[in-house]
């Protein structure tokens, strides 16, 4: 094997001195909030193109050089973890929209664009890219492929997954493969994007992508209800679908103490609704007319009310309400108080869900009394984010807070990463949701794709 100071030396002329930075410091990289990536490496490499990166996957393919691939640094999963002898990847010099094609509602990008910088070109056409998380003004469309994030709309428009036509990677050995296919219908063989996507970096290096774009809704109504039992929460669920026909867009669920923890101080959030519930949810329908899908949504909202299935609602009048609305809802920073933290992204069957959450506090306060559980999420994709603080942030007592969380999602067969991935933060639980012939199958493609193990090794499994 040869070291790595000798394949940075062959890397150095075939890059120059913008596409190969020494002596980074990978803990100062900008990320989401100026947190920064972990670990250490001796060289970040930038290539500028497709050939640039060909180039340098050939060249540290011959060496059996690992290369760990970075994007905006806003993973939830510790996927972009480098160590002192692998090298740092990063696509932000291929930050080009290259395309945008509003006939067939498409948009070409490279990889390195962030997230919002393509909504805001797309609405800039009158057209929308649905994808929408908290940390879009730093996570790229690279990294969201590499994750198949999911974020705030997936009950209306999927995860990545569903929104990309078509892409381009390089493989391990420096193979260009461009499937930059513009067409929704598209079975000619595999589907060999979705090889890509979610893959977390393990199976190829991400370049270029057409993303589907939708038409920009002309109507948003927002809505905060307070819902008295579980049932009946997902009684809103199906109710509320039916009865917005086709535009409900957000269905997010808050438990009682979430609610409590970002709308008081020191959080500024306003209480929407005054009454004590054990669960809010945030409703929003995106449509085409303002004042008639207005009236829709008020009457649905009434209908759920007289039925007895929610028992207070406020609904947003003006686009500073509805922002606020979401405002409050994405204001997880607010956790920071009860740190140390652990932060768990699950999904399970709805009607497991009630039970879950229960016996998962039960089992954590019979250890930590005093511990706290905050839970919240996209209850209409079945999945749930929890927030859990024992006050001990022990290698130990997080292992223990994981065995409950895992613990009681295996026996109701959930997932144990609903949209975050895996890294290597839940690598040791990666059992519990899938079993040795997924994990062989898993095993198969990555030495079949990457048989010298380079590319971000020992994420995932
Ligand atoms: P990084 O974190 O840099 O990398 C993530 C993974 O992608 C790593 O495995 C990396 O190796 C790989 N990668 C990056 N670029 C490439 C490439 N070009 N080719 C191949 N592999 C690559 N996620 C959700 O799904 N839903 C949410 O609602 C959500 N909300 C969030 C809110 C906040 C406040 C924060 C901080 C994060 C949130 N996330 C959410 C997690 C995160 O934003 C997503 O996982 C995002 O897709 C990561 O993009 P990134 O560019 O930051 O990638
Ligand atoms: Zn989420």
Not at 166 to 190: C, F, Q, R
């Amino acid at each position: 094997m040869t070291s790595v100071a000798s394949v940075i030396a062959e890397l150095e002329p075939a890059l120059g001195p913008k596409g190969l930075l020494k002596d980074v410091d990978i803990a100062t990289r900008p990320a989401w909030m100026g947190n920064g990536g972990e670990g250490s490496a001796p060289a970040l490499l930038r290539p500028a193109t497709t050939e640039e990166l060909s180039t340098i996957l050939r060249i540290c393919h011959a060496h059996g050089q690992a290369v760990v691939p970075q994007g905006g640094l806003t993973g939830l999963v510790r996927a972009t973890v480098t160590s002192g002898s692998t090298l740092a990847l990063s696509l932000e010099r291929m930050n080009r929209i290259e395309d945008i094609d509003p006939v067939n509602r498409t948009m070409t990008v490279q990889a390195g664009v962030p997230l919002q910088a393509v909504q805001e070109q797309a609405e800039a056409e009158g057209l929308m890219f649905p994808l929408d998380l908290g940390a879009r003004g730093s996570a790229t469309i690279g990294g969201n492929v590499a994750t198949n994030a999911g974020g705030n709309r997936v009950i209306r428009y999927g995860m990545m997954r569903d929104n990309v036509l078509g892409l381009e990677a390089v493989l391990a050995d420096g193979t260009v493969v461009s499937s930059l296919h513009p067409m929704i219908k598209n079975n000619t063989g595999y589907d060999l994007k979705q090889l890509f996507i979610g893959s977390e970096g393990t199976l190829g290096i991400v370049t270029r992508v057409v993303l589907r774009l939708r038409q920009l809704p002309r109507s948003q109504n927002v809505g905060f209800v307070a819902v008295p039992d579980f049932n009946r929460l997902t009684d809103l669920l199906r109710r509320i679908d039916a009865a917005l026909g086709g535009t409900l867009s957000a269905f997010e669920v808050m438990w009682r103490d979430y609610y409590e923890l970002v709308t008081t101080a020191p959080a500024t959030n306003r209480k929407p609704v005054a009454t004590d519930a054990p669960y809010y949810v945030l409703i929003e329908s995106l449509g085409s007319d303002q004042a008639a899908d207005e009236a829709r949504f008020e009457a649905a909202l009434s209908e759920m009310f007289e039925a007895g299935i929610i028992v207070d609602a406020a609904i947003a009048k003006s686009q500073s309400e509805r922002d606020a609305i979401w405002a409050m809802r994405d204001d997880v920073g607010q956790n920071a108080r009860h740190a140390p933290i652990q932060a768990f992204d699950v999904s399970l069957k709805l009607d497991d869900m009630e039970a879950y959450v229960a016996e998962v506090n039960e089992r954590l306060q019979a250890r930590w009394p005093k511990a706290t559980n905050m839970v919240f999420g996209h209850l209409g994709d079945g999945n749930l984010h929890l927030i859990t603080g024992v006050g001990d942030g022990s290698a130990e007592a997080r292992h223990a807070v994981e065995e409950v969380i895992y613990g009681c999602l295996r026996p109701r067969g959930g997932s144990v990463s609903a949209e975050h991935g895996i890294g290597l933060e839940k690598k040791p639980w990666l059992s519990v949701s899938r079993s040795e012939p997924e994990i062989a199958l898993m095993r198969a493609l990555k030495q079949a794709l990457d048989p010298k193990d380079i590319l971000n090794p020992g994420k995932v499994f």
